[in-house]
């Protein structure tokens, strides 16, 4: 805040106050994606707004997806990335790509980067300790997405006993599944959603390149703000809802049915949206009630 006068930033302190109590000892839960874990200022930036929230006494957990770095790493050994009904085919092979590429490198390079912000990550992936167990993804059309998995079962205690220890959790969307021997390629805003239930979260925010969700989505001018779940049968309805949206609204719909207090659809290339949702009173993106 070097930019801003005394005055100024005294003030943005004290709108961040009742927040800050608000949110003392609670639990968030971030999905993190898109482009603001791939642009380094914006990543910097979210980093920066989990190591705050965790130092001032908020119980962040970030759960990561990893599509670009499963695509580049598919490329470099000659294999095409291929997609049903917008999600990964996963054959064996691209499964045991996933699991190296989302519990290796991307989840460790998250913890790097956080320690270096001066905050305390440990990775996990969703299959210790059987965070996640899964089965097989079907669908009514018998679609065939390989070794993608529907979670059938959350265990949040790996989870709550790295945030007794006050470290943040980084969790990767690998399952253990429960009809083969193998793990599963799970959806990281699913994945969100059913541990953020699990955990008893007050907040689950979902990072993502959209504003939120628009009444027009040629005008970002129509971002509904808040939005009551059930209002969301409406939307979908008349096609205000629709596309890669539906599985997204969701996820927030579950979480809220089952307890989370508030699940957020928000811009994760706005500059430390997390802190102006969290953290002012202007706030960011779409919230579901």
Avoid at 210 to 231: C, M
Avoid at 240 to 262: L, T, Y
Wanted: with cysteine; glycine share 12%.
């Amino acid at each position: 805040m070097n930019h801003l006068d005394p005055a100024t930033s005294a003030n943005v302190l004290v709108e961040a106050l009742p927040y800050i109590q608000e949110y003392y000892g609670q639990t968030v839960v971030v999905k993190y994606g898109g482009n603001a874990m791939i642009n380094e200022e914006l990543k910097d930036a979210v980093i920066h707004d989990i190591v705050l929230l965790s130092l001032v006494g908020v119980r962040v957990v970030v759960i990561h997806g990893g599509g670009p770095e499963i695509s580049e790493m598919l490329k470099k050994i000659g294999k095409e990335s291929r997609f049903v009904n917008g999600l990964r085919y996963t054959d064996r092979e691209t499964m045991d790509i996933v699991q190296m590429i989302l519990c290796g490198k991307v989840n460790k390079d998250l913890v790097t980067l956080l320690e270096h912000a001066g905050g305390q990550g440990i990775g996990l992936g969703g299959m210790d300790g059987g965070m996640f167990r899964a089965k097989r993804m079907t669908d009514e059309e018998g679609t065939d997405y390989g070794y993608v998995g529907d979670i059938v079962e959350v265990n949040p205690q790996p989870v709550i006993d790295v945030l007794a220890r006050g470290y943040i959790p980084v969790v990767s969307t690998v399952a253990q599944g429960i009809d083969d021997d193998t793990n599963y390629n799970i959806n990281a805003d699913t994945a969100a959603a059913k541990l953020a239930i699990a955990l008893g979260a007050k907040k689950l925010i979902l990072l993502t390149d959209v504003r939120g969700l628009l009444r027009d989505p040629k005008d970002e001018s129509t971002l509904l703000t808040r939005l009551k779940v059930s209002e969301v049968p409406a939307l979908i309805r008349d096609g205000v809802i629709s596309g890669g949206m539906i599985p997204k609204v969701d996820c927030c719909v579950e979480a809220i049915r089952k307890g989370v207090e508030r699940a957020n659809i928000q811009d994760g290339r706005v500059k430390h949206s997390i802190l102006i949702e969290l953290l002012s009173d202007d706030g960011v993106g779409t919230m579901f009630i």
